[in-house]
């Protein structure tokens, strides 16, 4: 229940910027050995925490956009397509991890805090 929750509102939170999500592929490699396993996993862990972070610079980037575009800033209204197009990416690989079991609980839990920002400026 709480991937589909997530997986709502990363989608709610990009219909919100005006792009669609599309599916985007991606290339899986194991090894054999314990500790290889371990060492990977420690490794996705970190690269899906540089994800996140990522997906939170852009959707603060997307917030002070929409404000200065709000109070009538037209080269932010210009920069929005681009912060959109930042965001569309950043969501597709979101969901792809996340459709493969990659986000621990902990991880979804962050980008679910990540979305309500942008639920919040739009408030």
């Known amino acids: 229940m709480k991937r589909v929750n997530f997986l709502f509102k990363v989608m709610f939170a990009a219909l919100i910027c005006g792009v669609m999500l599309t ?37 603060d980037d997307f917030i002070s956009v929409l404000r200065a575009a709000q109070s009538g800033d037209v080269a932010a209204m210009a920069r929005n397509a681009e912060v959109a197009s930042q965001f569309e990416e950043i969501m597709q690989k979101v969901e792809l991890a996340d459709s493969e079991g990659k986000l621990s609980e902990a991880q979804r839990e962050r980008g679910e805090k990540i979305v309500q920002k942008i639920e919040e400026a739009i408030r």
């Open 23 to 59: 599916s985007c592929g991606g290339s899986g490699k194991g090894q054999s050995t314990s500790d290889a396993k371990q060492t990977e996993d420690a490794v996705a862990k970190s690269e899906e925490d540089k994800l996140l972070n990522e997906m939170e610079k852009i959707v």
